[in-house]
């Protein structure tokens, strides 16, 4: 046995005792979750027909932030977005395998760019899981500073007899500059051996998943939470509906605030997609709130586990919001997403490099996203806040 096979099978005692305990659970609880689906196939025959039909097909999907993009159906989740794979073609997913080969084993220098159709692929797939990307308004725009015009003063008007001028209209138009230089992403290191080694899809089931999942949620946080890497964001530039103080709890969340965040928002003024956000954990404090009578308030307009509903505008929950609010945060916010605007100059970018810890034997994976973000306008979104 050479010094490599030595090595190789002691990392494979010790990866064994570090993980095969939370392996052992990881089992049982796909084992249930796998029994669970199967029974609902046996009960609901004509769906599980139409998963069986759906394997392996294209999917087109018109996303936000990628404009309209092709999906590969594969799997049984009953979460069916889940199902959506990246939907490379075979050459393109050869390109790909053969990039990864290359950084593996080239002594070539420099970085290997997987193709743009994977970049917008993984753009697309990000959204799925980021409420910023998938119901704000998204904007491309080819440089670093964008300028977009935003509401400014009414015109003055008056009433005057023939012979006299009217008043001047003294109209003025707002602006919103977005400087887009903020690379939101990160990089994963693996072992060499581990992607050499590795019995399953590595970019597709690892690498893809967890970044891009993870750039989505910071979009989120961005949007929402104060003093963030935006331009402008909820919790500093919207409105104030109304807060509360010390830690969440059932005495947080009243419905006479509720009432005072929705009516914060200028409904009239062409708002017309308007939306409550927030965490789940806020949200059932919401779900438990009752009248003299001890009766549900929102038992007519809470519809069950999807869609949730108050006072007739759905509720998106979004986890990049704290469900444990410090003194200073928005536990949750009302608004029309469409007048928060993301700017952005490129597609997800996604590298391989393999170089900068070779004699680790480690190879780096890059992904990142550059984007700004702007609130066009105060009180189009309010907020509900803790202030002690």
């Given at each position: 046995?050479?010094?490599?096979?030595?090595?190789?099978?002691l990392?494979k005692?010790?990866?064994?005792?570090?993980?095969?305990?939370?392996?052992?659970?990881?089992?049982?609880n796909?084992a249930?979750?796998?029994?669970?689906?199967?029974k609902?196939?046996?009960?609901?025959?004509?769906?599980?027909?139409?998963?069986?039909?759906?394997?392996g097909?294209?999917?087109?999907?018109?996303?936000?932030?990628?404009?309209?993009?092709?999906?590969?159906?594969?799997?049984?989740?009953?979460?069916?977005?889940?199902n959506?794979?990246?939907?490379c073609?075979?050459?393109?997913?050869?390109?790909v395998?053969?990039?990864?080969?290359?950084?593996?084993?080239?002594?070539?220098?420099?970085?290997?760019?997987?193709?743009?159709?994977?970049?917008?692929?993984l753009?697309?797939?990000?959204?799925?899981?980021?409420y910023?990307?998938?119901?704000?308004?998204?904007?491309?725009?080819?440089?670093n500073?964008m300028?977009?015009?935003s509401?400014?003063?009414?015109?003055?008007?008056?009433?005057?007899?023939?012979?006299t001028?009217?008043?001047?209209?003294?109209?003025?138009?707002?602006?919103?500059?977005?400087?887009?230089?903020?690379?939101?992403?990160?990089?994963?290191?693996?072992?060499?051996d581990?992607?050499?080694?590795?019995?399953?899809?590595v970019?597709?089931e690892?690498?893809?998943?967890?970044?891009?999942?993870?750039?989505?949620?910071?979009?989120?946080?961005?949007?929402f939470?104060?003093?963030?890497e935006f331009?402008?964001?909820?919790?500093?530039?919207?409105?104030?509906?109304?807060?509360?103080?010390?830690?969440?709890?059932?005495?947080?969340?009243?419905?006479?605030?509720?009432?005072?965040?929705?009516?914060?928002?200028?409904?009239e003024?062409?708002?017309?997609?308007?939306?409550?956000?927030?965490?789940?954990?806020?949200?059932k404090?919401?779900?438990?709130?009752?009248?003299?009578?001890?009766?549900?308030?929102?038992?007519?307009?809470?519809?069950?586990?999807?869609?949730?509903?108050?006072?007739?505008?759905?509720?998106?929950?979004?986890?990049?919001?704290?469900?444990?609010?410090?003194?200073?945060?928005?536990?949750?916010?009302?608004?029309?997403?469409?007048?928060?605007?993301?700017?952005?100059?490129?597609?997800?970018?996604?590298?391989?490099?393999?170089?900068?810890?070779m004699?680790?034997?480690?190879?780096?994976?890059?992904?990142?996203?550059?984007?700004?973000g702007?609130?066009?306008?105060?009180?189009?979104?309010?907020?509900?806040?803790?202030?002690?």
């Open positions: 046995m050479d010094e490599r096979e030595k090595l190789i099978g990392l005692e010790q990866l064994k005792e570090e993980l095969e305990p939370r392996m052992t659970e990881i089992e049982k796909v249930a979750k796998e029994e669970e689906t199967a609902y196939f046996e009960e609901h025959k004509e769906i599980k027909d139409w998963y069986d039909n759906m394997q097909k294209e999917v087109n999907l018109k996303t936000n932030s990628a404009g309209e993009q092709k999906y590969i159906f594969k799997g049984f989740s009953m979460d069916v977005q889940r959506l794979k990246a939907p073609s075979e050459e393109v997913g050869k390109e395998s053969n990039m990864i080969y290359k950084a593996l084993t080239s002594s070539n220098t420099g970085a290997y760019a997987i193709p743009e159709e994977y970049g917008d692929a753009l697309g797939l990000a959204e799925l899981q980021s910023a990307l998938s119901r704000c308004r998204v904007i491309r725009y080819p440089g500073v300028k977009l015009p509401k400014g003063t009414r015109a003055t008007v008056d009433a005057q007899a023939f012979g001028a009217n008043a001047a209209a003294a109209t003025t138009l707002g602006q919103l500059t977005f400087t887009i230089d903020k690379r939101v992403g990160s990089y994963e290191t693996i072992y060499n581990v992607l050499r080694q590795a019995n399953f899809d970019i597709g690892f690498v893809e998943p967890v970044m891009v999942e993870a750039i989505g949620q910071q979009f989120d946080d961005y949007m939470n104060g003093s963030s331009t402008t964001n909820v919790t500093d530039d919207a409105t104030s509906g109304a807060t509360f103080s010390g830690a969440i709890g059932s005495s947080s969340i009243t419905f006479s605030g509720l009432m005072d965040v929705e009516f914060a928002v200028e409904q003024r062409g708002l017309g997609n308007l939306e409550w956000v927030m965490p789940r954990g806020v949200f404090y919401v779900a438990k709130l009752v009248d003299t009578n001890g009766q549900p308030i929102f038992n007519r307009d809470l519809t069950g586990a999807t869609p949730y509903m108050i006072d007739g505008y759905p509720v998106y929950i979004a986890p990049a919001i704290s469900a444990t609010p410090a003194d200073g945060a928005i536990a949750m916010a009302f608004g029309d997403p469409k007048h928060y605007v993301i700017g952005v100059n490129q597609e997800l970018m996604f590298e391989v490099n393999p170089y900068i810890l004699k680790e034997a480690q190879t780096q994976f890059i992904c990142h996203a550059t984007a700004d702007n609130i066009d306008g105060a009180t189009s979104w309010a907020y509900y806040k803790r202030s002690d």
